[in-house]
């Protein structure tokens, strides 16, 4: 009875976590760990659990690679790249998402792609802006070439970092930073290949999208405890 219970229960949190994250009610960050506090608060989690997973080289893995994104976003090197990005595509869209496949791709897998789909959305909108294309028919590009890089190494999304870590915790051998690049590059250049040819002809075409940002890169980052905070002291005022 107790492990059924432990289930329901799980399965509440995660559902409760799902509804949460869809309405944006709070900070994803702390919605996740408040969901983490609740099981441990049930007794589903205990020390030991919470301790597997700071003893796991994957989260530290990947928390290495936001360092190293971040680290290379600051240098200016995807700046640069991405700036390079309008003087190469023109203003064509098939050139355009054919320059943006030989951008992102090698990088997403080099680094996590989620620094690289940041840095390129604001330069995609003004690209949009200033050429007159709709920034709709680069948007969806973007992310799924990013991912598609993501596929070709080890280092490229945090969930190949995840999967090799329960490998090793199951006692199989870690995998090698190259040991997935041959079926990754297979599935990066025909998904490349599918999106340049089929694809960008079943992509919205919309002209209020390019509206959404302005052409400066005005990202904003704060902690989920600064915007509870704020959310608090403006509730109390």
Same mark, same amino acid.
């Not at 792609?113 to 920034?135: D, E, H, Q, Y």
């Given at each position: 009875?107790?492990?059924?219970?432990?289930?329901?229960?799980?399965?509440?949190?995660?559902?409760?976590?799902?509804?949460?994250?869809?309405?944006?009610?709070?900070?994803?960050?702390?919605?996740?760990?408040?969901?983490?506090?609740?099981l441990v608060i049930c007794?589903?989690?205990?020390?030991?659990?919470?301790?597997?997973?700071?003893?796991?080289?994957?989260?530290?893995?990947?928390?290495?690679?936001?360092?190293?994104?971040?680290?290379?976003?600051?240098?200016?090197?995807?700046?640069? $790249?991405?700036?390079? =990005?309008?003087?190469?595509? +023109?203003?064509? &869209?098939?050139?355009?998402?054919?320059?943006?496949? @030989?951008? #992102?791709?090698?990088?997403?897998?080099?680094?996590?792609?989620?620094?690289?789909?940041?840095?390129?959305?604001?330069?995609?909108?003004?690209?949009?802006?200033?050429?007159?294309?709709?920034?709709?028919?680069?948007? $969806?590009?973007?992310? =799924?070439?990013?991912?598609? +890089?993501?596929? &070709?190494?080890?280092?490229?999304?945090?969930?190949? @970092?995840? #999967?090799?870590?329960?490998?090793?915790?199951?006692?199989?051998?870690?995998?090698?930073?190259?040991?997935?690049?041959?079926?990754?590059?297979?599935?990066?250049?025909?998904?490349?290949?599918?999106?340049?040819?089929?694809?960008?002809?079943?992509?919205?075409?919309?002209?209020?999208?390019?509206?959404?940002?302005?052409?400066?890169?005005?990202?904003?980052?704060?902690?989920?405890?600064?915007?509870?905070?704020?959310?608090?002291?403006?509730?109390?005022?």
């Amino acid at each position: 009875m107790e492990g059924s219970a432990h289930m329901l229960i799980t399965f509440a949190v995660l559902l409760g976590v799902f509804v949460v994250f869809a309405k944006e009610w709070l900070p994803n960050d702390l919605v996740a760990l408040s969901g983490m506090l609740l099981l441990v608060i049930c007794g589903i989690l205990d020390e030991n659990d919470l301790g597997k997973v700071f003893s796991n080289s994957a989260p530290m893995t990947i928390g290495a690679m936001f360092i190293l994104g971040e680290a290379l976003t600051r240098t200016g090197t995807v700046d640069w $790249i991405a700036h390079r =990005f309008e003087k190469w595509a +023109g203003k064509s &869209i098939p050139r355009a998402i054919l320059i943006l496949a @030989l951008i #992102v791709m090698p990088m997403s897998a080099v680094m996590n792609n989620t620094p690289v789909v940041i840095v390129f959305l604001p330069v995609l909108m003004a690209f949009a802006r200033s050429t007159g294309l709709k920034a709709s028919k680069l948007l $969806i590009p973007l992310s =799924f070439l990013s991912i598609l +890089g993501g596929t &070709i190494t080890l280092i490229g999304t945090s969930t190949n @970092l995840l #999967v090799s870590g329960l490998s090793k915790q199951q006692g199989q051998p870690a995998f090698g930073i190259f040991e997935i690049s041959g079926l990754g590059a297979i599935y990066a250049v025909i998904g490349a290949l599918y999106i340049y040819f089929i694809g960008r002809h079943l992509l919205p075409d919309r002209d209020t999208v390019s509206s959404l940002l302005d052409a400066e890169d005005t990202r904003k980052f704060s902690s989920a405890w600064k915007s509870l905070r704020d959310q608090i002291w403006s509730t109390a005022v």
